[in-house]
């Protein structure tokens, strides 16, 4: 399999899973208004006239609604990831054949280094844009100080380059 065929599979996956999370985010939303819905009647029923059976409904149907709200939300964090995986996959792709890279060009760490502009190290088509496939805030800043401040110790030159060989074959 070669390395384009990797990435159009990949991003078919993930496009796939991407359609099967929104389908169950959609049961999960109609089934929160039907639990709203429910607790509503059972609050409603239960201030006209109290019983126990309409003090327990309430009681469930409300337990039943805030795991409902909580498992869209989880189901929501899970969207945003493979939402995100569809873009890394995508971008790859497209990198190869000759786009440029889609992540953040670093633009924003070009205040307060002298340097920066001129050896193009950040902003457009930069060594950090060459770079970046960072999709945290905190990735970005860490390549971003890596890329400003340089190692002098030959022991932590080597510590970082075996942590990148790493994280490259990743």
């Not at 929104?22 to 029923?45: D, E």
Request: glycine fraction near 8%.
């Amino acid at each position: 399999m070669n390395i384009v065929s990797y990435y159009t599979a990949a991003i078919g996956a993930c496009e796939e899973e991407l359609k099967k999370l929104r389908s169950q985010a959609s049961v999960v939303s109609v089934l929160r208004v039907l639990l709203f819905a429910g607790l509503v009647t059972a609050v409603v029923a239960l201030i006209r006239d109290y019983s126990g059976f309409w003090a327990v409904a309430a009681v469930v149907l409300a337990g039943s609604f805030i795991a409902a709200v909580n498992w869209y939300f989880r189901l929501k964090d899970e969207r945003l990831l493979w939402e995100k995986l569809v873009f890394v996959n995508t971008n790859e792709w497209a990198a190869l054949q000759g786009k440029p890279n889609g992540f953040p060009d670093g633009a924003s760490f070009l205040r307060g280094v002298i340097y920066g502009d001129d050896l193009d190290v950040f902003g457009p088509l930069s060594l950090f844009h060459h770079l970046n496939r960072t999709t945290t805030l905190h990735g970005a800043e860490t390549l971003g100080g890596w890329l400003t401040a340089s190692l002098m110790s030959p022991a932590a030159i080597r510590e970082r380059q075996e942590g990148v060989s790493t994280l490259a074959g990743q």
